[in-house]
């Protein structure tokens, strides 16, 4: 993603020069499947996103260019003008949800491009929509605080991709701050900044370049395990509406009244839902050795109770321990994409050496590797 790049397309395009505006993708450290379950996650924002080069244009159209994939779309602000391209449906998305919220914004002319991995689990949509919400914010005056933004960022998703997410992905994107993962309560929305300075350490992903297809059956089935686990805990403990509210003995008071596979998941976000508790506390006292032991702990969990891993990602988390990696796990959903790996400096540069030749051996293909530091959420940039 080169700045001089959108710069000099949307001089081309449009014969003049607007403002740029930036917003990170993101990465989760720990608390996966947790958000459903009323749990908290860990989320940070990196050093890579969205970038767009933004005007205001006086009339009631969009004119927006997608650098990267060199695709060009022209749209109305009415629900019925819609367009037909993917990536421009989320820049509509974005104006339809801060006008159904009463903001009053006009046409823009734009130009985008992003460093963000596709499909590495990092949220690209994410950064997209929390660039244009953040900026017509901004460029509009809308006043409309940062949480509002978030929530337009997965309205987006909801009403016009059809993709039923979280809050996680755009509350980092917007939220996130250097130096600092933040603890979100996806049942409250509460939110307290952890500090995050791992000297003497580094942070990789290593992307397994697999994708499944049956991920969204399977997740659905994941939930009404930990419903049905839930109801069951309820009928003795009626305070109980989340798997987040429950204990292991409170779980093992109905484990014959459950399936197997339903106990199984829910000791599993028991277990993580502590996990990450942990994980902040260690934080706190910059002891990173406790926060590796959590996730290799998260791992064993998501592949062995939750079953969400797949050959590719355990592969990847043994050469991690191999190597003396302090901690690694698979991040986000599950069957397929990255592990996240804390690395101390040192076995940094033999780690990605082995991994990269272990899988090519193991599996045919390369995986591919992705250094991460934490960053500031949504902002103008300097143009």
């Not at 970038?51 to 205001?56: F, G, T, V, Y």
């Amino acid at each position: 993603m080169n700045k001089s790049e959108v710069r000099g397309k949307f001089h081309e395009l449009f014969g003049t020069d607007g403002k740029l505006f930036f917003s990170p993708g993101r990465i989760n450290l720990i608390g996966e499947h947790t958000d459903y379950n009323g749990g908290f996650v860990l989320p940070g924002a990196v050093d890579k996103g969205m970038l767009a080069e933004i005007r205001l244009n006086g009339t009631d159209k969009v004119r927006a260019f997608a650098y990267d994939l060199n695709e060009y779309a022209e749209f109305g602000l009415n629900e019925a003008d819609a367009p037909t391209q993917g990536w421009a449906k989320y820049i509509f998305g974005v104006c339809r949800e801060i006008i159904k919220r009463g903001g009053v914004i006009g046409g823009f002319d734009t130009v985008f491009s992003g460093n963000v991995p596709l499909g590495a689990g990092m949220s690209s949509s994410a950064a997209l929509e929390s660039t244009y919400a953040f900026a017509l914010n901004q460029l509009f005056s809308l006043n409309i605080d940062k949480f509002e933004l978030a929530k337009i960022g997965q309205s987006t998703e909801h009403n016009y991709v059809g993709v039923k997410c979280g809050i996680m992905d755009q509350f980092a994107s917007v939220f996130g701050s250097t130096g600092h993962l933040i603890r979100l309560d996806c049942r409250s929305l509460e939110y307290k900044y952890v500090p995050f300075n791992p000297v003497g350490y580094k942070l990789v992903l290593v992307d397994s370049v697999v994708k499944h297809e049956l991920a969204s059956s399977a997740y659905n089935k994941r939930r009404e395990s930990c419903e049905a686990a839930v109801a069951a805990i309820a009928k003795r403990h009626p305070e109980v509406k989340f798997l987040r509210d429950a204990t292991m003995d409170m779980l093992n008071e109905v484990k014959n009244e459950i399936s197997a596979e339903d106990y199984m998941r829910a000791e599993y976000v028991i277990g993580e839902v502590q996990r990450l508790l942990d994980a902040c506390d260690a934080l706190e006292k910059d002891d990173y050795e406790t926060v590796g032991q959590k996730m290799y702990e998260t791992h064993h969990g998501m592949s062995k109770l939750y079953e969400v891993s797949c050959e590719e990602l355990d592969f990847l988390n043994d050469v991690a321990k191999e190597c003396g990696v302090t901690g690694s796990r698979v991040m986000g959903g599950g069957f397929g994409g990255c592990t996240i790996n804390l690395v101390k400096d040192e076995l940094y540069e033999p780690f990605i050496e082995k991994v990269k030749v272990a899988f090519k051996d193991k599996f045919g293909k390369e995986c591919k590797i992705y250094p991460v530091n934490i960053g500031d959420g949504s902002r103008e940039i300097n143009a």
